[in-house]
Nanobody, 117 residues
């Protein structure tokens, strides 16, 4: 089993920054694509950013130019640097990882992000 543990969430003012981390551990067999999702109250979970094992990234249109996803493969960790935060960025942020040749997906427990003045 693979465990994903997110950290770095919190309360920030509009225009502020946060850096989220997600560390993978356990029975890891080739950590492949990793991603960040978020879910605001009353809304569906949405994809925020993805990064492949080789560092190719994608972003939701709503966060392009403000968020940056990176990874440290030796540490099995993915990061999400969030700048110029807006109230609409508020929600629970979840890490997702695809592992192994079967591409089995795993989820972290989530870390809350609140953007408010």
């Amino acid at each position: 089993q693979v465990q994903l543990v997110e950290s770095g969430g919190g309360l920030v003012q509009p225009g502020g920054s946060l850096r989220l981390s997600c560390a993978a551990s356990g029975s890891i067999f080739s950590l492949r694509d990793m991603a960040w999702y978020r879910q605001a109250p009353g809304k569906q979970r949405e994809l925020v950013a993805t990064i492949t094992s080789t560092g190719i990234t994608t972003y939701a249109d709503s966060v392009k130019g403000r968020f940056t996803i990176t990874r440290d493969n030796p540490k099995n960790t993915v990061y999400l640097q969030m700048n110029s935060l807006k109230p609409d960025d508020t929600g629970d942020y979840y890490c997702n990882a695809v592992v192994g040749t079967a591409r089995r997906g795993y989820w972290g427990q989530g870390t809350p992000v609140t953007v408010s003045s």
